[in-house]
C-alpha cells in the first residue's frame, strides 16, 4: 500500500507545506505548486524526507534558488526540497573553504574577496546556490564552478542512509553539466589561492559593469536558455539575433532585445507562453543554421 507522505512526515517537525506555489521560489517568477514542499534545515531532516518520500513513491525536486529552472504551471506532483537552516552555513581554513550547498554563490564569493582568497570570483553575478552551481557546472567563458572544487558530500536519492564524498575527478564534469542527476548535494569544498584582496574587488565590479551592459537584470529571467552549441564554442545568442528574433513575444513571454538569449517573462507569462517561445527559437535557428538548440534551463513537467 502507498503510504501518506504528509501523515509520515509531520511527526518528524519538519515543515511541510501542502500546494505550495512555487513561482516565488524562481527567478523567472513562473511555476504552478508542488504537492509537497519541505523546508529541510539539517542532514537528519534531509536524509528523513527522502526516506519517507521514497516509501510513500513521491518523485523528488531540490530547488535551489531557481536561478536555472522554468516550472509547469501544473506545478510538481511530489516533494519539492528547499535546504534551509545549517545549509546555509560555510566555513573558511587558510585557502579552503567549505560550503554547505544551500550559500548563494554570490555572497560566497564576496566573502572569499574579502578574505583576500582568489579562484570564485569569475563567477560573480551567477545568482545561484552552490548545490545548483555545482549541479549545473556553472560557469562563464574565463571559468566554472568546478575549477577550484576540492570535492563535495552527496545522498543519493534513493539510498539516504549515508553520505558520499566524491573528489573532483569522481565527478563527470562537462560543459553545463555534471552527471549529479539523482544525488542531493550537501556540501562543497574549495581550494582558493591567496590573492590581492583590491585586484579581486576590481575584477567583480567589472564582472558587475559587464553583466548590467550586457544582460537584462531586474527582469523576470533565467539566464541563458540554450546551451552554447558544440560546447560553448557557438553563441546562441549571436545565432537567435541573427534570426530577427529579438523582441519575438507569445503572451507575456519574450526574447530580450538587451541579449537574445535570455527569454522574459514580462508580468505573467506562463510556463506555455515560454515554451512556445523556445520552441519558435529552435525552429528557426534549425530551418536557417541546421544547428538544434538545446535548452540550459532545467524544464519542470514540461515536454518540448
Ligand atoms: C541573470 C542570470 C544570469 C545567469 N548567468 C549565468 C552564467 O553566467 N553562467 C551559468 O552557468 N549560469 C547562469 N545563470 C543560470 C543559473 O544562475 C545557474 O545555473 C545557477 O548555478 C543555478 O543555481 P540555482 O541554485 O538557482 O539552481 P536551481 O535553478 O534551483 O536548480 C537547477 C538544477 O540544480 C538542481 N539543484 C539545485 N540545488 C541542488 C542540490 N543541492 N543538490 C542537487 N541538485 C540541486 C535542481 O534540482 C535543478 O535540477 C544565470 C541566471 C540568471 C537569472
Known amino acids: 500500500m502507498v503510504k501518506d507522505f504528509l501523515s509520515l512526515i509531520k511527526p518528524h517537525g519538519i515543515d511541510v507545506r501542502q500546494n505550495e506555489i512555487l513561482k516565488k521560489y524562481t527567478t523567472l517568477n513562473i511555476g504552478g505548486a508542488a504537492k509537497f514542499f519541505v523546508n529541510v534545515n539539517n542532514l537528519l531532516q534531509l536524509k528523513t524526507v527522502l526516506k519517507i518520500a521514497n516509501e510513500c513513491r513521491e518523485e523528488i525536486l531540490v ?24 545549509f546555509s552555513n560555510f ?8 560550503s554547505y550547498s544551500g550559500v548563494m554563490l554570490p555572497f560566497l564569493i564576496k566573502t572569499t574577496v574579502d578574505y583576500s582568497l ?10 545561484g546556490s552552490i548545490g545548483g552551481a555545482i549541479m549545473m557546472n556553472a560557469g562563464t567563458k574565463t571559468s566554472t ?9 552527496v545522498i543519493e536519492i534513493t539510498n539516504p542512509d549515508k553520505v558520499i564524498k566524491l573528489t573532483k575527478n569522481e565527478i563527470n564534469f562537462g560543459y553545463r553539466k555534471s552527471g549529479l542527476e539523482g544525488f542531493i548535494i550537501v556540501k562543497a569544498a574549495f581550494i582558493l589561492r591567496k590573492s590581492d584582496k583590491d585586484i579581486l574587488k576590481k575584477r567583480i565590479t567589472e564582472i558587475l559593469i559587464e553583466r548590467n551592459k550586457t544582460q537584462p ?25 541573427s ?10 513571454a519574450y526574447v530580450s532585445e538587451k541579449h537574445a538569449n535570455f527569454i522574459i517573462n514580462r508580468q505573467n507569462a506562463t510556463s506555455e507562453d515560454f515554451v512556445k517561445v ?12 541546421n544547428i538544434e538548440l538545446e535548452p540550459e534551463i532545467k524544464l519542470i513537467n514540461i515536454q518540448l
Open 118 to 127: 582568489g579562484g570564485l570570483e569569475e563567477l560573480f553575478g551567477i545568482p
Open 63 to 86: 530547488i535551489g534558488a531557481g536561478s536555472n529552472m522554468l516550472i509547469s504551471d501544473n506545478g510538481f506532483d511530489g516533494v519539492v526540497i528547499k535546504l534551509r537552516g545549517e
Open 91 to 98: 566555513y573558511i581554513m587558510d585557502n579552503n573553504v567549505v
Open 145 to 153: 564552478i568546478s575549477d577550484n572544487l576540492d570535492y563535495i558530500e
Open 243 to 252: 534570426c530577427g528574433l529579438k523582441g519575438f513575444f507569445c503572451g507575456d
Open 217 to 241: 537584470l531586474g527582469t523576470f529571467n533565467v539566464g541563458c536558455v540554450f546551451k552554447n552549441p558544440q560546447d560553448g564554442k557557438i553563441s546562441s545568442a549571436k545565432l537567435i539575433e
Open 278 to 289: 523556445i520552441r519558435h527559437v529552435i525552429k528557426t535557428v534549425k530551418e536557417k543554421y
